[in-house]
C-alpha cells in the first residue's frame, strides 16, 4: 500500500470500482477493476476479451487472400499497415519479389496511415484529459487522408487495399499530386497542434513525471513501438530491420527520455514528422508507370513451414506467425498484437497512483481494443 | 462458403488487378514522371544489404517460371468468366503446376546460405545449453525458415530460457513473440527472442503432450508472456506450471473447451457453457 502520510490519518475504506466496459476513456470496451482506498489505487486488474472475434480460428479456415479484410478489423485506425503485415509474411515464406510502384504506395499509404493514427491518438488523448476541442481539430485533418484512402480503395476505414505481392489498385490520375499537396498543409498543422499543446501548462502538469518506467522494465515486459522508446531505447523496426523499401529513406528515429507520459504523447508528434519526411521523398521518388501487384499464383500457397516477421506498426511491433501444411490456408495464425502486450504493464503503472492519473496513464499506452482481443 | 464459389468470386477481380497495371498510369505529372526517372536511375537497386530478408537473388528463377505456367489460365478465365467452376479449378491446376517446377528448382539449386548459417548459429545455441543442463535438455535444432530454431525438452524450459537471457554470449532478454500450436500428436509452444545488444534472433521451442497438456512458466524470467501465457492456456488448453495468475483471459469463465484446438467443436454448448 502506497499511501501518505496525510491520507493515513483520515480514515478509508477499501473500494472496488469498474471502469468500463462502456467508458469513453478506454477507448473502446475495455473494463478496468480498481481496488482503490480513498482516491489512490491499491491494485488495478485489466479485463480484456469484450471484443474478442476470435481472429486467429478463423483464419484457420480462409486463403490467404481472404484474410486481408478480418486484419482490416485488428487496429482499426491503422488497417493498411496491418494489412501490410499480413502480406509481408507471406510475401517472406514465397520469397516474392514487389514491384517497385506498389513498394511505393505501400508505403505512402502506411506511413499516411501512421499520420492519421497518431493523431487520433493524440486527439483522444486530450480528450481523455479533458482538452475538448483537439479531439475535433485532428478529425478535419485526418479527413483528409481517410480521403485520400477512399479514392484510392473504395473505404474510410477498412480498406483491404495489400496482397500478396503488391496492393489492388493503382493510384487514380492526380492522387499522387493530393499526397504531395498533404505534406505541407499537415505540417503546418502539425506546427499549430505543438504550438497549442506542447507547451499549455495544465497539460504538462497532467503528463509530466506521471506513468515512468525505465527500458530494463520496457524489455523485461516485451513493450514496442512508442511504449519502449519512450524509455530512450533506440528500437524501430524500420531501422533494425528494414523491411519494404525503408533502406531507402532518410528519417530519424524520435527517442524519448525520461519515459513518462509527455514522453510518449511528443513522440507522437515527432513521428508525424519523420512519417511525412519519408511520404515526401516516397513521393518524389515514385515510379510513373510499372505494375502494382506482382506475378503471384491465383491460390496463394505458403511453403510448408513456420514464418515469423514483425513490423513497426502504429503502436509497436505487429507481427504475423503463419504455420503452413503447403496448402492455400494456414494451420496455424497467431498475430503478436503489440496493443495486447504493451497494456500488461498498465496493473504496474497504476499502483500507488490517484485516480485521475489512471486516465493520464491508459491513454498514453495508446491501445486499441479490436488489437487487444483480436 | 465453399472453396470453389469463393475463388470464382475471386477470380474476375484478380484478374482485373494483375492486367490493370500493364496500361501506363496517368497518375503523375511530367514533371514528376522526370523525377521519378532521375531517382530511378539514381537508385540502382539496393534491394538486399544483407540483413533483410525481402529479395533473394538466389532465386531469380522462380518468378518468370511461375509467371510462364499461370499465363494460361488467364486467357481462359477472362474469356468465359460465366463458366465459373472451370476456370477457377484451371486456376489451381496451373498454381499447382507453376509450384512444383519451382520447388524442384529450389531442391536442386545449393542450399540457401541464410537457412545454413541459421543453422549453424542453432547449433552454437545447443552447445551452450548442452554444456550447462546436460545432453538431454535438447531434443532438435535446425531452422525456423530463416531463423535459429532449438527444441528444448519440456523439463528443462525454464532453465534454458534463463540461462540464454543471462548467458554473455546470447543475452536474449525480449520476447517478441509467443504463440502455441495444436498439432495432431502434441501441442508445440514457441518463442521468437532477440538480443537487443547482440543481434540474435532466436526461435525456441517446446513440446507437450495433447492430454494434460503440462509447460513449466516462464513468467518469473520474462514478465511480458504473462498475458501471453494465460492466451494458450485459454485458447489451447496447455497448463503452465508456477504461473502467477492462470486463468481464462478472451474467453469467459466458465467457458469449456479450447477454441484454438484442432478438435474443438464449434458449438458452444449454449447456457450450459454459460454464454448469455
Redesign the interface.
Known amino acids: 500500500m502506497a499511501l501518505t502520510d496525510e491520507a493515513q490519518s483520515i480514515r478509508t475504506e477499501e473500494m472496488i470500482l469498474n471502469v468500463g466496459p462502456q467508458h469513453p476513456s478506454t477507448h473502446g470496451v475495455f473494463r478496468l477493476v480498481v481496488k482503490i482506498s480513498g482516491e489512490t489505487i491499491i491494485e488495478a486488474e485489466p479485463v480484456i476479451g469484450y471484443l474478442h472475434r476470435g481472429t486467429e480460428k478463423l483464419a484457420e479456415d480462409l486463403q490467404y487472400t481472404q484474410i486481408i479484410p478480418y486484419t482490416d478489423r485488428l487496429d482499426y485506425v491503422s488497417a493498411m499497415i496491418n494489412n501490410y503485415a499480413l502480406c509481408h509474411t507471406v510475401e517472406r515464406a514465397l520469397d516474392l519479389e514487389i514491384p517497385e510502384r506498389a513498394e511505393y504506395l505501400r508505403i505512402i499509404t502506411m506511413e499516411l496511415q501512421r499520420v492519421a493514427s497518431h493523431l487520433l491518438a493524440v486527439g483522444s488523448y486530450l480528450l481523455d484529459l479533458g482538452a475538448m476541442s483537439p479531439f475535433l481539430y485532428v478529425f478535419q485533418e485526418r479527413e483528409r487522408i481517410v480521403q485520400m484512402f477512399n479514392e484510392l480503395c473504395g473505404a474510410r476505414l477498412t480498406y483491404n487495399y495489400m496482397r500478396v505481392g503488391g496492393v489492388k489498385w493503382d493510384a487514380p490520375p492526380g492522387w499522387i499530386d493530393q499526397v504531395r499537396d498533404f505534406i505541407p498543409f499537415m505540417r503546418k498543422k502539425l506546427k499549430m497542434y505543438d504550438d497549442l499543446i506542447t507547451g499549455n501548462e495544465i497539460f504538462l502538469s497532467r503528463v509530466r513525471g506521471i506513468g515512468v518506467f525505465n527500458t530494463e522494465t520496457a524489455l523485461a515486459y516485451g513493450l514496442s513501438g512508442i511504449n519502449l522508446r519512450s524509455t530512450g531505447f533506440d528500437w524501430d523496426l524500420r531501422k533494425k530491420k528494414p523491411y519494404s523499401i525503408y533502406n531507402r529513406f532518410d528519417f530519424e528515429v524520435p527517442l524519448g527520455k525520461n519515459g513518462d507520459c509527455f514522453d510518449r504523447y511528443i513522440l507522437h508528434m515527432q513521428e508525424m514528422e519523420q512519417s511525412l519526411r519519408i511520404v515526401e521523398q516516397a513521393v518524389e521518388q515514385f515510379p510513373s508507370s510499372g505494375p502494382v501487384l506482382g506475378k503471384v499464383p491465383k491460390m496463394v500457397r505458403v511453403p510448408a513451414g513456420e514464418y515469423y516477421s514483425g513490423i513497426e506498426g502504429t503502436r509497436g511491433e505487429l507481427g504475423f506467425y503463419i504455420v503452413s501444411e503447403g496448402k492455400d490456408k494456414p494451420y496455424r495464425m497467431k498475430i503478436r498484437k503489440p496493443s495486447f502486450v504493451n497494456l500488461q504493464l498498465l496493473p504496474e503503472l497504476l499502483k500507488g497512483q490517484s485516480m485521475a492519473n489512471l486516465i493520464a496513464i491508459l491513454g498514453a499506452v495508446d491501445i486499441v481494443l479490436g488489437e487487444v482481443d483480436a | 462458403m465453399s ?1 470453389v464459389e ?2 470464382n468470386q ?2 474476375p477481380e ?1 484478374n482485373e ?2 492486367e ?3 496500361k ?6 511530367p514533371a ?2 522526370k ?3 532521375a ?2 536511375g539514381e ?1 540502382p537497386k ?1 534491394a538486399d ?1 544483407a ?6 537473388p538466389t ?1 531469380g528463377a ?3 517460371e ?2 510462364d505456367a ?1 499465363a494460361p ?1 488467364k486467357p481462359a478465365s477472362a474469356a468465359k468468366p460465366a463458366a465459373a467452376a472451370k476456370p477457377a479449378a484451371g ?2 491446376a ?3 503446376g ?2 512444383r517446377p519451382a ?1 524442384a528448382a529450389k531442391a536442386a539449386a545449393p542450399p540457401d546460405p541464410r537457412i545454413e548459417a541459421a543453422k549453424e548459429t542453432a547449433e552454437k545455441v545447443k552447445a551452450t545449453l548442452v554444456a550447462e543442463l546436460g545432453e538431454t535438455a535438447v531434443e532438435e535444432t535446425g531452422a ?2 530463416l ?1 535459429p530454431m532449438v527444441r528444448i525438452k519440456r523439463d528443462f524450459w525454464p532453465q534454458a530460457v534463463e540461462l540464454l537471457k543471462n548467458h554473455a554470449d546470447w543475452q536474449l ?5 509467443m ?4 498439432y495432431p500428436e502434441y501441442i508445440e509452444v ?1 518463442i ?1 527472442i532477440q538480443s ?1 545488444n547482440l543481434g540474435h534472433f532466436i ?1 525456441l521451442k517446446t513440446r507437450t503432450p495433447r492430454d494434460r497438456a503440462q509447460i513449466p512458466s516462464i513468467v518469473s524470467i ?7 501465457e494465460r492466451e494458450i492456456y485459454d ?1 489451447l488448453g496447455v497448463h503452465f506450471t508456477n504461473h502467477p495468475d492462470l486463468r ?5 469463465e466458465g467457458f469449456k473447451g479450447h ?2 484446438r484442432k478438435d474443438y467443436s464449434e458449438w458452444d454448448g449454449g447456457e450450459e457453457n454459460g454464454a448469455h
Open positions: 472453396d469463393d475463388s475471386k477470380t484478380e488487378g494483375a490493370q497495371p500493364s501506363p498510369s496517368d497518375s503523375t505529372a514528376g514522371e523525377v521519378a526517372k531517382s530511378e537508385k539496393t544489404p540483413a533483410t530478408n525481402s529479395s533473394d532465386d522462380k518468378p518468370p511461375a509467371a499461370v489460365s486456376a489451381k496451373a498454381a499447382a507453376a509450384e520447388r525456423a525458415h531463423n532478454n525480449y520476447i517478441e513473440c504463440a502455441g500450436t495444436d514457441v521468437y537487443t526461435c520474462h514478465p511480458g508472456v504473462n498475458w501471453e485458447l481464462r483471459i478472451m474467453m469467459w477454441p484454438l
